[in-house]
């Protein structure tokens, strides 16, 4: 019995560029319908704007405003609503991957350890490069060691704070890398209980079960989506905000 | 006592151990909050929107231990 075999990978369209594999494999082609789904979802929404909405753009309308009010000025501030964009990107592009792995047959993009990892990396990449943006490298560096604490601290609280910076990045991959693995995991084991027991008198107990565990999954793929934009947007308003 | 078989034992310690912590941790914290919002309904809200970030950090906790125990059962 084989549960992984559902999360491994296996390429479409064979490309080897320069030696790295770009194969086109299942979970490009999700990602390539999360990004169209994205587009066409706000495009739409945005088109022949309305002063008074209804329908589609009265819908993106209120994540939009539930998404910059929550997480851009509650976190940010008014000076950073340039970061709105980066930030609500990102939301729209897990929510999609994550609603998209729910559909019998498709793949969730954002189960790869690689995926989360890559929009981890440019979090982090986004974080340190404000906080040298706004302070210079130096004054960036300065930042981790507050002032007017005694000095003997310093070589304790230094390296706590880099590995830090390391580690929020990390738990937002993993965070997101295992709520979605775990989740479509249960559903699988469901099925498998289906396959495993042999009778058709049996069925609708781990049927209620898959039913149930997708209803969930819908819910934590937009959770998730959620506390990944919110903690990005922590993370750049903390590397953005004054030293205390 | 082959490796295989502790491993297999391993993976099944990691989470169910893993999962104690969060479970209490999460208890606390919807706990506090709904002790909270019975005290003060109009903030609930943002109550409600503290707790699920405070769940999602609890979660994340629980769910190395999930990675941890997949590793050592399918490696």
């Given amino acids: 019995m084989d549960l992984l075999h559902h999360f491994e990978l296996h390429p479409i369209v064979e490309i080897h560029v320069l030696g790295i594999d770009l194969s086109i494999t299942k979970a490009v082609v999700m990602m390539w ?3 169209g789904l994205t587009f066409f979802f706000l495009v739409m929404g945005g088109r022949k704007a309305k002063l008074v909405p209804s329908g589609l753009q009265n819908f993106v ?5 539930f998404l910059r009010s929550n997480l851009i000025l509650e976190t940010l501030g008014e000076e950073g609503v340039a970061w709105f964009p980066f930030i609500a990107t990102i939301f729209f592009f ?24 890559t929009l981890a990396v ?4 986004c974080t340190q490069g404000a906080g040298v943006a706004k302070h210079g490298p130096l004054g960036y560096l300065k930042k981790f060691v507050p002032k007017g604490i005694p000095l003997w601290i310093v070589p304790i609280m230094l390296p706590i704070e880099i590995i830090s910076q390391f580690a929020k990045p990390f738990s937002l991959a993993v965070r997101l890398f295992a709520n979605m693995t775990a989740g479509h995991g249960v559903i699988l084991v469901f099925l498998f209980m289906i396959l495993m027991f042999k009778s058709w008198a049996i069925t609708a107990v781990p049927l209620i079960g898959v039913v149930v565990m997708s209803a969930f999954e819908i819910f934590v793929a937009l959770i998730q989506a959620y506390i990944f934009s919110i903690l990005a947007a922590m ?10 | 006592m082959e490796a295989a078989g502790l491993a297999y034992l391993g993976g099944g310690l990691s989470i169910g151990l893993g999962a104690c912590g969060a479970g209490i941790g999460m208890g606390i914290l919807v706990g506090k909050t709904v002790e909270g919002m019975a005290r003060q309904p109009e903030v609930s809200g943002l109550l409600r929107t503290t ?25």
């Fill in chain 1, 33 to 35: 319908i999360a990004c």
């Fill in chain 1, 61 to 65: 309308e209120a994540i939009i405003g």
């Fill in chain 1, 94 to 117: 897990i929510v999609f991957c994550n609603l998209l792995g729910l559909i019998p047959g498709a793949f969730t993009a954002t189960s790869n350890i690689n995926v989360t990892a």
């Fill in chain 1, 122 to 125: 440019i979090v982090f990449l």
């Fill in chain 1, 235 to 244: 993370y750049i308003a903390e590397a953005v905000q004054e030293a205390h």
């Fill in chain 2, 51 to 75: 707790m699920i970030i405070g769940i999602a950090f609890v979660e994340a906790l629980a769910l190395y231990a999930l990675v941890i125990s997949f590793l050592l059962i399918f490696k």
